[in-house]
């Protein structure tokens, strides 16, 4: 008889896997011509966002939207799902719900881009033409490209916090957990947040303590990065976490294969082309590679050579097309994708896309802000806030790198609110002027 919470998983589970099915599955016959003055591609937060800044300004349907998920999920909390401090069904709502009502949805997936045209193409061969376009498709999550991982997360012992699909698992791996290796995994391309890997570790370890498996628990984080974290100061503040908690890091090292039979996992040594670590588990928490979306990636004239968005590191706006914005995980921006760059750049974006539409010079700079809520338990939690310089650029007049139950408190509590009643609907564009009142305009 199946739980309440592995019957939703399940189903999510289920959901998940269609909708990535049909995401690689085009049919471009056109049947329906749709006009607009913004075209908004994706609808996460950053385009959620963006169309909120906008539909209000216009007249009905003058935004269009294109998003294939009935679901919008608040991925940030998909840590503390994991660790088993709120549930899944906290962090979803209808996207019809989070979405302007003055827009157009589009309940489909863009699958070819004509920006010589202004034109985009869907899945179901509708066109949408636009004056002006942002892109917002995030990022998408490839567990295939790990041998034997798509089979092994449906195997005892193997868990991610990065889908719907799986994140209700990890908690329930937690509490499974006897003796042995945990592992936890960190790929060699960008991610979605770059601390959420090592968190759910930390997690797990005070879950460890507090029931008394702690001793029979060998705790590791192999990470393809050369350090612990990005950025010096809190680098060395999480250092210090993990050798006071007696956990293992090997550097340079990537998952590449899953023996779900063997309960082994095979890491690629970075540094030793051709040389493999081979570990037992337990508990492996991937986080898996990540790239972004398909179809953007194969619109050359879009992307740069990584396959990312092409746009200006200062001003967001694409380097080529001059109508063209983009916004979040999709971009090649040079720092953490967060959802806190994304509250940041949708001031840079609404600026300089207000004076693009007015033919004026643009008058706004990002500057790289990115915020990362290190929790590291479940009463504490470090908050990095940094620059696209690694220099930190903090919003409280007090040392975050240190473990704080106030910041823990925030995370869990305060931002949720803050997401989906004020960023989703256009209202927060980042804590600049807080920080600047809170230390007296020296900042």
Request: aromatic fraction near 10%.
């Given at each position: 008889m199946l739980s309440k919470s592995s019957k939703l998983a399940t189903?999510?589970?289920?959901?998940?896997?269609?909708?990535?099915?049909?995401?690689?599955?085009?049919?471009?016959?056109?049947?329906?011509?749709?006009?607009?003055?913004?075209?908004?591609?994706?609808?996460?937060?950053?385009?959620?966002?963006?169309?909120?800044?906008?539909?209000?300004?216009?007249?009905?349907?003058?935004?269009?939207?294109?998003?294939?998920?009935?679901?919008?999920?608040?991925?940030?909390?998909?840590?503390?799902?994991?660790?088993?401090?709120?549930?899944?069904?906290?962090?979803?709502?209808?996207?019809?719900?989070?979405l302007p009502k003055n827009a157009l949805w589009l309940k489909d997936y863009a699958v070819k881009f004509d920006p010589a045209k202004n034109q985009v193409i869907t899945k179901d061969g509708d066109s949408v033409e636009y004056e002006f376009m942002v892109m917002a498709m995030g990022l998408q999550l490839n567990f295939d490209q790990v041998d034997g991982l798509v089979d092994a997360l449906k195997t005892p012992g193997v868990c991610s916090n990065y889908s719907p699909a799986y994140v209700t698992k990890t908690y329930e791996e937690l509490k499974k957990f006897k003796e042995g290796n945990a592992i936890f995994t960190f790929p060699n391309t960008p991610v979605k947040c770059a601390g959420a890997p090592q968190k759910i570790m930390y997690i797990a370890e005070h879950y460890f303590r507090k029931t008394g498996k702690r001793d029979k628990a060998n705790i590791i984080y192999n990470t393809s990065l050369p350090v612990v974290f990005g950025v010096k100061k809190y680098a060395e503040a999480l250092m210090k976490v993990c050798e006071q908690r007696n956990i293992k890091i090997n550097m340079r090292h990537n998952l590449v294969k899953v023996l779900p039979d063997k309960k082994e996992a095979v890491f690629e040594n970075l540094d030793s082309p051709g040389s493999h670590l081979t570990l037992n588990y337990s508990l492996l928490h991937v986080s898996p590679p990540m790239s972004s979306p398909k179809q953007l990636k194969e619109s050359k004239e879009l992307v740069d050579s990584a396959g990312f968005l092409d746009v200006s590191k200062e001003t967001l706006q694409h380097k080529k097309y001059d109508n063209i914005f983009g916004i979040g995980d999709c971009t090649n921006l040079p720092t953490s994708k967060t959802g806190a760059a994304v509250a940041s750049q949708l001031k840079v974006v609404r600026m300089n896309l207000d004076a693009r539409m007015k033919n004026e010079k643009l008058p706004a700079t990002y500057l790289g802000y990115t915020s990362c809520p290190l929790v590291t338990g479940y009463n504490s939690c470090i908050l990095a806030e940094f620059d696209y310089n690694g220099q930190p650029l903090e919003t409280f007049p007090l040392d975050q790198s240190k473990e704080r139950l106030s910041m823990f408190m925030m995370k869990k509590y305060v931002m949720p609110h803050l997401y989906w009643s004020l960023m989703l609907r256009g209202y927060w564009e980042g804590p600049e002027v807080y920080r600047k009142l809170l230390h007296l305009g020296l900042c």
């Open positions: 189903t999510v589970a289920q959901e998940f896997f269609l909708r990535e099915r049909k995401c690689f599955s085009t049919a471009m016959t056109l049947k329906k011509k749709h006009s607009c003055k913004l075209l908004v591609v994706g609808g996460g937060s950053g385009g959620c966002s963006v169309a909120a800044k906008y539909a209000s300004k216009f007249q009905k349907g003058d935004v269009i939207v294109i998003e294939p998920s009935e679901k919008h999920y608040y991925q940030p909390m998909f840590t503390l799902i994991g660790g088993g401090m709120k549930k899944l069904e906290d962090s979803c709502k209808p996207t019809k719900s989070v």
